[in-house]
DNA sequence: GTTCAAATCTGGTATAGACCAGATATACAA
DNA sequence: TTGTATATCTGGTCTATACCAGATTTGAAC
């Protein structure tokens, strides 16, 4: 058999330094985040790389959160995470623009529904109630970063449906007389359900944090249930535990 | 130019369909958590895929966690996740037993040292305080899961480090007169440390959740300070917020 | 200037083949 | 029976090349 390859040098770790050549631009603010980077062909080019190998580099370097891709648009430096302290009962809007960074939430669709068998026992209610369907997404600093699922029991928010949706719930219910008591908060570090990798605009499959919460008001029934898809590398969450 | 390849189909996603073959196979229970799957290059020959493809497929169903790889040993699939409520201030020992999972714990090594200006104020103590400095594996039906650092404060548990410490500290603790009390916990959903991934026997750069764990005692000092590594597939996280 | 179709660019998916290092099984010697 | 050296197997890394589909830019027509 012929062979019409160059030596394939199948251990050097040639991504690894590829990696590190990143990591040092992004250290020293060379490229700042939001900039885009070469394209894969002209890094292979530049480096003397094949494809595959430089993107192995990149996806490692995704794996860190250094940088994220957009679907056939290219590779981006990520913008810092964003911390987010649950016990604190802030809004979305509040605690992201508290730390300088610029928040946005868009409406992706809201459907009035009565609640069916498994939804009354998820949300604790009777069959039928009146339910509200939320599907948002929020972005930081231009950057989709998050894929939210709500049901809303619409019997203790009479009329919300014909609220702006967009708008911050957690400041909207005072006027519905309730508010956020108790939560219950379930982390689980996943990949990404091919529906919200492509409302967030990426590759399926991809590392992400899944929060599951239920908010209860004060007389312990459950106000929303809410499922959020966050990108891996958007989010840091604090959580402080007391007494016994 | 001369074109030697056959035709490349390129865009045919046939990874998915690897994918779901698997997927099939593990919710039919035709794999068992535990159960090596064929080679990867029996994979290839069995669908006609190249390696390059097959290993896509299998590194999808890794960021599902439905499979994890052991470093030139195979692909396995994974058991199930456990369970952890930081709030129960149970031990690992605790609750994967109660999950009925078997866990294990290694010590790869203990080190006396006195505090120097960076730990003591992480600690939250003087200069030089004795310090204990703990490395461990954590292991789930014989799967590494975790890898622990810890830092432990040796004026509040004096004689610690001549006891054996792969055992539960959380048991140990009420020996030396302390307890749990409040604890500040951090979630980041990061790539593993190249440390962490080599201890845990599987390739650097893999997804992975890193918790910081902060105990303080009743009186607010600070027993212990514990950074974990977890494989992202092995644990969910739960925590109920009470109160305002 | 605005509109819209075509060219171009980018990442996504795929084939074919290769060498390396660590883990494992095998066969042989003591 | 017990080591131990060796062959083999497996994933890890890499070259070279190709086509596809969506995003973006370009350029011509209006």
Do not use: C
Not at 135 to 158: D, K
Not at 213 to 236: K, L, M, Q, T
């Amino acid at each position: 058999m012929t062979t019409n390859s160059l030596p394939t040098d199948g251990n050097a770790n040639h991504y690894r330094h590829l990696e590190q050549h990143f990591r040092y631009l992004i250290n020293q603010e060379a490229l700042l985040p939001g900039d885009k980077l070469p394209s894969e062909r002209e890094i292979g080019e530049q480096f003397r790389l094949t494809r595959i190998t430089v993107r192995q580099a990149l996806q490692t370097l995704e794996a860190q959160g250094l940088i994220y891709r957009q679907n056939r648009r290219g590779w981006f430096v990520s913008p810092p995470a964003v911390i987010y302290k649950p016990a604190q009962r802030k809004s979305f809007v509040e605690y992201v623009s508290k730390q300088g960074l610029h928040p946005q939430t868009e409406l992706i669709s809201q459907e009035l529904i009565a609640a069916d068998q498994q939804l009354s026992k998820q949300m604790q209610t009777s069959k039928g109630t009146p339910l509200l369907k939320l599907h948002r997404r929020r972005s930081i600093e231009g950057r989709p970063v998050l894929i939210e699922h709500m049901i809303l029991n619409v019997n203790l928010l009479s009329g919300i449906e014909k609220e702006d949706l967009s708008q911050s719930l957690t400041r909207m219910l005072p006027r519905f007389g309730q508010t956020y008591h108790a939560m219950d908060l379930t982390f689980k570090s996943t990949a990404l359900p091919t529906s919200a990798a492509t409302d967030l605009g990426i590759a399926a499959g991809l590392p992400g944090l899944q929060i599951e919460r239920i908010n209860y008001n004060e007389s312990g029934e459950i106000i929303e249930i809410d499922y959020e898809y966050w990108r891996h590398d958007a989010v840091i969450i604090q959580v402080g535990i007391h007494g016994q």
